[in-house]
């Protein structure tokens, strides 16, 4: 069975930084394709960045590229986002996903198999 957790969400100041952690068990992050997602009240979840299988290549929404990155540990089977220059605009719940096999397009959420349960981040002062 798959299971992710995330954590690392927290209040946090414009401009300050947050690392999100993904744990993963059940599945070798390496051989699947991790994303990141967030939910901000009242909106739908939205795409924010992912790391495709093996090859590692990374994408990203164009309302955190060059502010957010998204990497992985093999060895520690785990994945990461750090948020930097965050936004009040960046408050959300964020889920991390996975998927087993994903097409050219990694933004849609209904291409990946298995979800964490979300950790909260607010960027307020």
């Known amino acids: 069975q798959v299971h992710l957790v995330e954590s690392g969400g927290g209040l946090v100041q414009p401009g300050g930084s947050l690392r999100l952690s993904c744990a993963v068990s059940?599945?070798?992050?390496?051989?699947?394709?991790m994303g990141w997602f967030r939910r901000a009240p009242g909106k739908e979840r939205e795409f924010v960045a992912a790391?495709?299988?093996?090859?590692?290549?990374?994408y990203y929404s164009d309302s955190v590229k060059g502010r957010f990155t998204i990497s992985r540990d093999n060895a520690k089977n785990m994945g990461f986002l750090q948020m930097n220059s965050l936004k009040p605009e960046d408050t959300a719940v964020y889920y991390c996903?996975?998927?087993?096999?994903?097409?050219?397009?990694?933004?849609?959420?209904?291409?990946?198999?298995?979800w964490g349960q979300g950790t909260q981040v607010t960027v307020s002062s």
């Open positions: 790391i495709r299988r093996f090859s590692g290549t990374t």
């Open positions: 996903a996975a998927a087993d096999n994903i097409g050219y397009n990694v933004r849609p959420e209904d291409e990946y198999d298995y």
């Open positions: 059940g599945r070798t992050i390496s051989s699947t394709t």
